[in-house]
């Protein structure tokens, strides 16, 4: 298996734009997490989902940021509109019982 | 107040040396996670514990759940262990709390 696979790697914006962030967790994982990470506030969990159904989003910072798991095998977050704070590494991982596989990271820049 | 403290924030060792990094919480929690970020950015998941201790080659961590209190060793460290260590708790209401990391840097 590839692991858990993010795309884009880097994402440069401009304030104001739609910003779509992917994920494609490790096949038979039932549960996928998004996190964020900034020098300021840490690693930060966003949201996570099991068996494609939202868990817990008490992390989801405001209404700007929202995510979605329509299949197994595919997840979104996207950020709408982006503001410069949201400049972070966002991180996805998944897991089946215990351990957690993380992806490579979006590393997200907001001008 | 932060739920996970984690203790030192900064570790300088040198190669071959015994390493110790705290994790102290003050929530109930049903697992609580060591993670370890290489400098490049990478996650990686040690361990999960929700009780007792566990090891996985030089790695050794434990967890006392009465104390709120988990140690991640490092036996015979080397240079490729430098990375920062991040310990996350787990409640059973499905809340994750994060410590803001040990950075460790060993040296040849």
């Known amino acids: 298996d590839a692991g858990v696979i993010q795309s884009p790697r880097h994402e440069v914006t401009e304030m104001g734009q739609e910003v779509t962030l992917r994920c494609k967790p490790i096949?038979?994982?039932?549960?996928l997490f998004w996190y964020r990470q900034t020098m300021m506030r840490g690693l930060e969990l966003l949201i996570y989902?099991?068996?494609?159904?939202?868990?817990?989003d008490s992390g989801m910072p405001e209404d700007r940021f929202s995510a979605k798991m329509p299949n197994a095998s595919f997840s979104t977050l996207k950020i709408q509109p982006s503001e410069p704070r949201d400049s972070a590494v966002y991180f996805c991982?998944?897991?089946?019982?215990?351990?957690?596989?993380f992806g490579p990271g979006t590393r997200l820049t907001v001008l | 107040k932060n739920e996970v403290e984690q203790s030192p924030q900064n570790l300088t060792a040198q190669e071959g040396e015994f390493i110790t990094i705290n994790c102290s919480y003050s929530?109930?929690?049903?697992?609580l996670h060591w993670l370890q970020q290489h400098p490049g950015g990478g996650i990686v998941s040690l361990f999960m514990?929700?009780?007792g201790k566990k090891k996985h080659g030089r790695l050794i961590a434990t967890i006392n759940i009465q104390e709120k209190h988990s140690s991640l060793h490092i036996t015979a460290s080397h240079p490729r262990d430098s990375a920062v260590y991040i310990c996350?708790?787990?409640?059973?209401?499905?809340?994750?709390?994060f410590g803001t990391g040990t950075s460790l840097t060993v040296i040849p």
């Open positions: 996350a708790v787990r409640r059973s209401s499905n809340q994750f709390y």
């Open positions: 929530v109930g929690i049903s697992a």
């Open positions: 991982a998944s897991s089946l019982i215990n351990e957690q596989f």
């Open positions: 096949s038979g994982h039932d549960y």
């Open positions: 989902f099991n068996n494609n159904v939202p868990i817990d």
């Open positions: 514990l929700s009780s």
